[in-house]
């Protein structure tokens, strides 16, 4: 079920009532009943995925009965250690396993093909026709980070099934994230819930946002960025700049739109989620820029990977290899195409680069943010010209299409494309100012400070008239696909 | 859930203004629509036109951008005798069975109607699309009942609240915009010609726009059009349907097959002769003037309308038919 289509209009209501009204008398109900809703929600893209959440919620919590077994028998420490190992291992696996066959089977086998028969040797391996169940790797490193953290005894393993299969499904954050710990959300399943007046209100508010910045600046942007990189070897260098600047935006209010519209939508029952966005544009540097972009699932590769892997405390080459490991996972993460393992290389280079320069360069300049933060976003559009390409080849030739002198030229696209662009980027100034005057708050349109009703209620007023007269719902969240 | 009674009536008034804005915003769709130009504006010239009786034109022709762009109304007046008065009722995505929605309220100096015709359509369920179903409604066009029993299934398709048509219209003002940027930005449009023109609605000056030409190709050529192509009953009944309609009132009926584009790849020959003949065949009892192979890739101005090259072979193709 889509946040942006009818169905959820009904469902939210619905939902709200009955788990403030008729299911709060019973933690455990009202579990159960997060559990029925979230499935329900998942279930309306396609049932059978319903089976794939439940078998790896049922997977993660088992590995925590077990190992909880494991330790409460005394014995040999070394043993049992090992014992807990094999078992949150065997879980990690087996997540792993899922999500790799379903999400990267057909990539390793063509890519296979493509490297034998470059040596001559044709291999006959056939691809599967698979379906990527959605959100599956949203839940599966959700379901990943209960196991690690109670192997690694930073959490307590739950005998509440309820708690921890609503942990997993929570339909809010299912498909799209913020990509939640054990550690924040499983626990606000173990105890009563109540809302107050002000949550519920920045919850609201929070969700208008969200809506505003997917149905009217991604989706309009989505027009001209489909037209631009569908046809870029016609358009002129000018248009292409258009193009990966307007993407930039539209992968912004996309992601960040759905991450708002989950996150007010938690506050509504009670469950506070992590912040995801923290207003990435106006990073200072690129460091700055993945301290703020996709929060959850960078944090997550911090906490499972990097760290584990000795962060930066091992010296210089042990960083440079830490830091070149998790951009690559990250961007293998996002999706199963050598463009996101690009992209993900060329955030590694960045940051190494930074560090690199910080650590060894006796002078390291320091700009203002006026200069800095225009200079940090050209480099972040040009990686997102990686990312949206459909092949390598084709980033390289958008890339190299984008040096000739037609750089000069007024971009023009073809017909009411234009009008798209330029629509898009009249709401993208609307959008960068708001956020620029809230950019201390937890989103654009925290309105706390806001005293005077009408300018709270013209601001309402406008976004609502932007919704319905400028909305564009022409395409499903970007972010689904991975 | 503790709130306080402020709470409360703070919670009502923000509903209520949600569903009021919304409700107004609603409201005062149709006006916009009306006030703004848009693709879709013909279709109350059309309706105007025909409702108005000092507008005596002697042929009309119908049918969708292509016909706009293919049939010189002024051309066609001048060549033919007694130089009868010739009006196109042409528009924007206007499909054969949208046509036939005007077939019964033509003013009764029509003594002959042309349809212009894409073959591809007859293999397709009869249906209207969302915008020309939401003009007919914001221009003021009511089914008689002679349409009602001859496109019970468009009647069906159009019978909506008007909360529902509004809501469709939302996109008016962002259409409104559009028009207006793209009649200031692009140098190869005729401003105007889509409200007002009755002869020859052809809205570019240019023969081609090569950038447009090759990113039209590729769209066309990404389906098979005419592929395994057959012409539904539903179809079938209701053309004959129609044209007992148009013979009891005594209009001459003639279809022109439109043309196709050589450069469009996806159709080959064979298709097109395939699915002309089951067309000729099946419709021999009136006349249909075939165009389909008449004009050369250069008499296009995109991978689908004819530019001005192509539409004057087609009125003299028409010319000489006639």
Redo the contacts between chains.
Sequence with gaps: MLFNSVEFLVFLPLVFFFY?FVF?RNLKLQNLFIVVVSYLFYGWWDIRFLLLIAFTSLCSWLSGIWIEKIRSKTGDEGVTKRKCQWVAGGNIVLNLAILGFFKYYNFFVDSFVYVFSSIGITLHVSTLSIILPVGISFYTFQALSYTIDVYKRKLEPTQDIIAFFAFVSFFPQLVAGPIERATNLLTQFYKPR????NEM?DG?RQMLWGFFKKIVIADNCAVAVNDIFG?YE??PASALVMGAVLFAFQIYGDFSGYSDIAIGTAKLFGICLMQNFRYPYFSLNVIDFWRRWHISLNTWFVDYVYIPLGGSRKGTVVYVRNIFIVFLLSGLWHGANWTFVMWGLYHGILMVSLFLMKKYCSYYPSFHSSVSIPVTFVFVVLGWIFFRAETLPMAVDYLSDLCSVSLFSIP?I???N??YA??SMFFIVFMLLVEWLNRDKLFGLDLKNVKKTYIR?GL??MI??SI?????NSSDFIYFQF | MNLTRIHKRNIVVFILFICVFLGALNGITPFIYRALPNDYVRTRLIWNTIRDSSFTPEIVVFGNSRGMSSVNGHKLQDGLDGNPLVFSFTSTSQDLSESMLYYTSLPSSVKCVIQCVDIDQLSTPIDIHTPNRVALHMYGYEMDEQTKELLPSLYTKMDYSDIIYNYEARNSLFMGMATVIRNLLDDDVVVGVIETELYYPSTVTSDRNEVLYQHDLEEQNKEKKLASFQIRQEWKTLVSNAYQILKSKGIQYYWVLMPYNPDVKSMTDADKQYAKQLVLKEFSYFPIIDCVDLLDASDFYDAIHPNRKGAEKLTECLLQQL
């Design positions: 403030w709060n109540s809302v107050e007046y209100v609201v046809n016609n358009y023009k073809s017909g009411i234009n009008v330029l629509v209620y309402y007023g609502l008239f319905y007269f400028f909305g564009n």
